[in-house]
């Protein structure tokens, strides 16, 4: 409404809000095809204009997630001459030179513009914690949901497999020393104490793995970064135990041989190693960013700086 009200004043259509950006880069950002046809078509917007940080509309369409509506936005840009910001000639920013009056103007026509915006238009490094949390959300879902398959076949079919038939006497009539029933483990029967140790890490791995998609779906008020730590925590013991598993199957699929066991002693103890080592430097590195963490929040270590606002920096400079 405001680009059709105002659609023949360029220097209204060109105004940035504060972080630099014309309406034309709002409009991408948002991928609202029909204003952007709109502004090349029937308006004087400045299709090759930087923001703050560098970008023309063009950069910030080729560093948006990929859509369906990105083809044609890609060709509208192009077919009026829309540059990256590497092929327009390097001058100094029209922002820079914006009178300070106009650039009063501009920040509050910009909340309003830029509102629905959010954080898209700003660098990787300055995006909410709400990106990094749901990149967390959604790896942990991945990977809960695999181990909770692959917990759930092992429980179903165990190592050995299953009787397929029942077994309670003999060719003469006279009771076997183990019977069995069809449906019922053989490793149970074989080695009953390392078919319960299976069983136990197997189920922990099962229950941690539903719990974090339990608590992923549950629609609890847990995205925040302490939340996320336990559940990846939880992930750790759904990891672990399957590893655990992973290793009583193999010593059961693994023939008495002298060189055999041999063997597998030797891989089971490297991995072990392996493994504990990796998990030690998993935990002491977490456990170093949330102590830093702490520390900054307390005030005990000075936070992270952040580069200040351009026109804030302008301002300064001509008091």
């Not at 060189?259 to 590195?285: A, D, K, Y």
């Not at 700086?305 to 026109?311: K, M």
Request: glycine letters at 6%; one cysteine or more.
């Amino acid at each position: 409404a405001l680009a059709e009200a105002f659609g023949k004043d360029d220097e209204f259509l060109n105004w940035k809000d504060v972080d630099g950006n014309t309406i034309l880069h709002i409009s991408v950002a948002k991928k609202q095809i029909e204003i952007i046809k709109f502004l090349l078509t029937s308006t004087g917007v400045n299709v090759n204009a930087l923001n703050a940080n560098s970008f023309t509309a063009l950069d910030i369409m080729m560093q948006s997630p990929r859509g369906l509506r990105d083809m044609e936005i890609e060709d509208s840009l192009r077919s009026v001459g829309a540059k990256s910001a590497k092929d327009v000639r390097p001058i100094v920013h029209d922002w820079v030179r914006v009178p300070r009056e106009e650039r009063q103007i501009a920040r509050r026509l910009g909340s309003v513009l830029s509102s629905k915006v959010g954080d898209s238009m700003k660098p990787a490094a300055q995006q909410k914690p709400s990106d990094w949390l749901g990149r967390r959300r959604s790896s942990l879902m991945v990977v809960a949901s695999l181990l909770a398959t692959v917990a759930f076949q092992a429980g179903l079919t165990p190592p050995g497999g299953v009787w397929q038939d029942d077994l309670e006497v003999d060719e003469n009539g006279n009771p076997v020393a183990k019977p069995h029933s069809v449906g019922t483990s053989v490793m149970a029967y074989n080695q009953p104490k390392e078919y319960g140790l299976f069983m136990i890490f197997n189920t922990i791995a099962f229950l941690a793995s539903l719990s974090i998609i339990l608590l992923l779906v549950s629609g609890l008020p847990i995205k925040r970064r302490r939340w996320m730590w336990i559940q990846m925590v939880i992930m750790w013991v759904a990891i672990t135990t399957q590893v655990v598993t992973y290793f009583i199957s193999l010593r059961h699929m693994s023939p008495d041989d002298i060189n055999v066991q041999g063997t597998l002693r030797e891989v089971t103890s490297i991995s072990v190693l392996t493994w504990l080592t990796l998990m030690v430097v998993v935990f002491v590195g977490n456990c170093i960013r949330m102590n830093l963490w702490v520390l900054r929040k307390y005030g005990y270590i000075k936070p992270k700086e952040e580069s200040a606002p351009i026109d804030d920096e302008l301002e300064e400079g001509e008091k």
